[in-house]
């Protein structure tokens, strides 16, 4: 094991965040098929989007994402709660970033946890 990273989110903060920051949520995290798909998807799968980005970035340690965000990040829904994530970092394109995780919810919090595997 590399590295585990969880995170937890509000529904309701997610909320009120889209509600001011739409656009910059676009620009800043969305890649490009994601923005393509964004006005059809839900505040949760969006929070769910959301947390499992946060969870791998986590997991894999870097101290810095560089400016493009979560955009280089590529993340496949799997069966039940499991998906599978990949980045390449901008600053360092030789290096690629490949895990896996699941999704946990409770009440108003949506929450992921990633691993990444040598």
């Not at 769910?48 to 496949?76: D, N």
């Not at 069966?79 to 108003?108: L, M, Q």
Request: charged fraction near 30%.
């Amino acid at each position: 094991l590399r590295g585990v990273g969880v995170d937890l989110i509000s529904c309701s903060r997610v909320r009120q965040f889209l509600s001011r920051h739409s656009e910059y949520v676009r620009k800043r995290f969305l890649n490009v098929s994601e923005r393509r798909s964004f006005r059809r998807i839900s505040l949760k799968e969006f929070a769910e989007l959301f947390t499992a980005k946060e969870a791998f970035f986590k997991a894999c340690g870097e101290s810095w994402m560089g400016l493009e965000g979560f955009q280089g990040m590529r993340m496949k829904r799997g069966p039940g709660d499991h998906f599978e994530v990949e980045w390449r970092p901008a600053r360092n394109r030789k290096t690629v970033y490949r895990g896996e995780g699941y999704f946990f919810r409770s009440g108003d919090l949506v929450g992921a946890q990633a691993m990444i595997w040598r």
